[in-house]
């Protein structure tokens, strides 16, 4: 076997659970979402998470935290699977492989389904990867989607937004965290953005993306997002989003205030969306507009949400999402839900112009203040920012509850107020709550 074996963090930790606790495989990991919190987790629930990644240093949280790596080819599933199979037979064992990044939970899938470990259909689970081929079939089954083409170049682009009528979305047919999806208005700014699109060769990741984009007819109307865990509907999720024509997620408000009829109705349509695709195992992210006719799916992501949704789950219903996928990853029992004050929000701290990051201010503050229950500042100092119209262009985030949907808002945008990135050659204003 090739793979190199580090031990990121403490040795002495790392090697003295080796030995006694099985092992949770994770491979690779998002960046600043939730992929901390799948080893803690996992170590709480008396597991040894080791991270398999091309780059281990990626992850800063990996050294912190003492969490065994092993570097390896992690687009190689055949090894893979080797490296899977290596810790399956050392010591306590292997009890489970999945992912936080969308990128690999059709690998990890794979993967854990051949060595007999829980997994959802990687099969399914790999459909959802393309995007054309997952309204395809979710229009097969009735499930409402916006009308769509995948296109492989410019001018064929073109044709098809005067087809769908304007405006149209452009967005490349596999990706996520709205990375390279723009709201075009007339032929000219789709022949712009498909050019762009198009001449991508590789992905935020590094990884080959197919000369390949989708266009589709823009649906009016507020987004949501539906949380679901074994077809069970967990939350429906209010989306704010920045100005148009870019779709950065600048906040999420739980549950959503809207009526409980419309709940009901965006919860049943994510449902349906699920069995078209032959999903319903583990955690799913079902994005929905709610349209003039009615709720259409945008797109489904058979993974847990990121974006902070399950902190602000927990802190809002007392449902642990991550402990779920945990739970459900390794083959263990799921802990019981508890109770929270029903609400919380999410409000995200915005890059407004690239630069060096040179300090970051109001950090504390903002942890300290009223229904606060999560502040967290991804940008410091000598960080390059660049602004992507994604969720890169995020630096920190603030979860707080309140008893309504209005209070928690209002509390989660005062504390984002007062964190303040500056960057080089500017002064506070250069980081914005969302």
């Not at 920045?242 to 994510?270: K, M, N, S, W």
Request: one cysteine or more; hydrophobic letters at 45%; glycine letters at 14%.
């Amino acid at each position: 076997m090739t793979t190199e074996k580090e031990t990121a963090g403490t040795a002495g930790t790392a090697a003295g659970a080796a030995g006694t606790a099985p092992v949770l495989a994770l491979l690779e990991s998002n960046t600043t979402g939730s992929g901390r919190e799948f080893c803690a987790v996992a170590q709480g629930r008396g597991l040894r998470p080791v991270l398999l990644a091309g780059s281990p240093e990626r992850y800063p949280y990996a050294a912190a935290d003492g969490v065994d790596t092993v570097r390896l080819d992690t687009g190689d599933r055949d090894a893979v699977l080797r490296a899977c199979a290596e810790l399956a037979e050392r010591g306590a064992g292997l009890v489970g492989v999945t992912s936080s990044s969308e990128y690999f939970m059709a690998s990890a899938a794979e993967v854990a389904g051949k060595l007999g470990l829980p997994a959802p259909d990687g099969d399914a689970v790999a459909g959802c990867r393309r995007k054309d081929r997952q309204r395809e079939l979710l229009a097969a089954a009735g499930v409402p989607v916006p009308g769509f083409r995948a296109v492989t170049e410019t001018g064929e682009a073109a044709r098809a937004a005067d087809r769908l009528g304007y405006p149209v979305v452009l967005k490349p047919v596999s990706g996520s965290g709205s990375v390279g999806v723009r709201l075009c208005a007339d032929r000219a700014e789709v022949a712009g953005w498909a050019d762009l699109l198009l001449s991508r060769e590789v992905d935020e990741r590094g990884a080959p993306v197919p000369r390949e984009i989708l266009v589709e007819s823009a649906v009016s109307g507020p987004e949501f997002s539906v949380e679901t865990f074994d077809r069970e509907v967990v939350a429906v999720v209010g989306k704010r989003l920045g100005a148009e024509p870019y779709f950065v997620e600048t906040g999420h408000d739980i549950p959503a205030p809207v009526a409980c009829g419309v709940q009901t109705e965006l919860g049943r349509t994510a449902l349906r969306a699920l069995d078209a695709l032959g999903l319903g195992w583990g955690a799913a992210h079902v994005e929905l507009r709610l349209g003039p006719k009615g709720p259409v799916v945008i797109e489904v992501n058979p993974r847990l949400a990121g974006g902070m949704i399950p902190a602000a789950v927990l802190a809002a219903r007392g449902v642990d999402l991550v402990d779920r996928v945990i739970a459900r990853a390794s083959g263990q029992p799921a802990a019981t839900a508890g109770r929270g004050p029903g609400h919380a929000a999410v409000r995200f701290v915005t890059a407004r112009r690239a630069g060096e990051v040179t300090a970051v201010h109001g950090l504390a503050e903002a942890e300290r203040a009223p229904g606060v229950v999560h502040a967290h500042c991804t940008a410091v100092p000598g960080r390059r920012v660049e602004i992507t119209h994604s969720f890169r262009d995020r630096l920190g985030c603030v979860v707080a509850t309140g008893s309504g949907a209005a209070e928690a808002g209002a509390r989660a945008e005062a504390a984002a107020g007062l964190v303040r990135v500056e960057l080089a050659g500017g002064g506070d204003s250069d980081g914005a709550g969302g």
